[in-house]
């Protein structure tokens, strides 16, 4: 199970978030902090991420 749902956050991660503008913009505009709190609570495939990362847990 674990396995499966690491394959799906690194699935989701490479095909939206390498090379995502609104994260790369958040960057520069603010810090990495608030970059990942956007990705994390505004961004729908951020949280998606964070949904399989609980199920880690």
Not at 11 to 23: M, P, R
Not at 43 to 52: A, D, P, T, Y
């Amino acid at each position: 199970m674990e396995e499966k749902t690491l394959i799906k956050i690194n699935q989701l991660e490479e095909k939206y978030c390498h090379g995502c503008l609104l994260k790369k913009l958040n960057r520069e505009e603010g810090t990495r902090a608030s970059a990942h709190k956007f990705c994390i609570t505004e961004c729908s495939v951020g949280l998606k991420i964070r949904s399989h990362g609980n199920q880690l847990q």
